[in-house]
Nanobody, 123 residues
Framework: QVQLVESGGGLVQAGGSLRLSCAASGRTFSSYGMSWFRQAPVKDREFVAAITRSGGITYYADSVKCRFTIPRDNAKNTVYLQMNSLRPEGTAVYYC????????????????WGQGTQVTVSS
């Protein structure tokens, strides 16, 4: 069992940056692949980025590649989402998620979810 708590959301102008954090409870954080998803109003939850348990491999949605990064610190039980060059279409609730096995781009892969943090990008 793992509990996830996101933080760091807020209002930012287009072109700006934000860093989201996801703090995990428990002592087995390094056993989980981690991801970030986002969900805008009246849209499906969409994959943003993922990182393997060791942090050795990362994956990104095409829409955020080269602008977002997903580092993790297993000593701090935390995964981050560094978002640069933000665009208005990035306005959404951002969720972190943990998978007990391999990471993937589909929500059903993930066993645990945080409550989400709102990111609003103004034009």
């Amino acid at each position: 069992q793992v509990q996830l708590v996101e933080s760091g959301g807020g209002l930012v102008q287009a072109g700006g940056s934000l860093r989201l954090s996801c703090a995990a409870s428990g002592r087995t954080f390094s056993s989980y692949g981690m991801s970030w998803f986002r969900q805008a109003p009246v849209k499906d939850r969409e994959f943003v980025a993922a990182i393997t348990r060791s942090g050795g491999i990362t994956y990104y949605a095409d829409s955020v590649k080269c602008r977002f990064t997903i580092p993790r610190d297993n000593a701090k039980n935390t995964v981050y989402l560094q978002m640069n060059s933000l665009r208005p279409e990035g306005t959404a609730v951002y969720y972190c998620a943990a998978a007990g096995a391999l990471v993937g781009r589909s929500p059903p892969v993930y066993n645990y979810w945080g409550q989400g943090t709102q990111v609003t990008v103004s034009s």
